[in-house]
């Protein structure tokens, strides 16, 4: 079973930047698309942004747009999100995710949360 792991969350001030991680162990992952969602304490899990198996499609949240840069380095087996300009209400657990191919838009896929394998999510605090 893929299983997908996290890393480059942490502490950070407003208006600073971190770039998060997914790496997969026993399988690559060029043949998934991956997304990135987070979760703040008492609020529903959010979409943040989506990249196809490919790389050609991308989809990002309003919330983060012109922050926030979603990229994959398939020879890596590595999804990264650079997270710049980051202000407190980023702050919440992100998690990774996979789904193979679909009949659905990254979008679709992004917004509903269409994904099969999670990993177990890096925490993301932005204060001073």
Do not use: H
């Amino acid at each position: 079973q893929l299983q997908l792991v996290e890393s480059g969350g942490g502490l950070v001030q407003p208006g600073g930047s971190l770039r998060l991680s997914c790496a997969a162990s026993r399988f690559t992952l060029d043949y998934y698309t991956i997304g990135w969602f987070r979760q703040a304490p008492g609020k529903e899990r959010e979409g943040v942004s989506c990249i196809s198996s490919s790389g050609g499609s991308t989809n990002y949240a309003d919330s983060v747009k012109g922050r926030f840069t979603i990229s994959r380095d398939n020879a890596k087996n590595t999804v990264y999100l650079q997270m710049n300009s980051l202000k407190p209400e980023d702050t919440a657990t992100y998690y990774c995710a996979a789904v193979g191919p679909s009949r659905f838009t990254v979008q679709a896929m992004c917004v509903r949360g269409l994904f099969d394998y999670w990993g177990q999510g890096t925490q993301v605090t932005v204060s001073s």
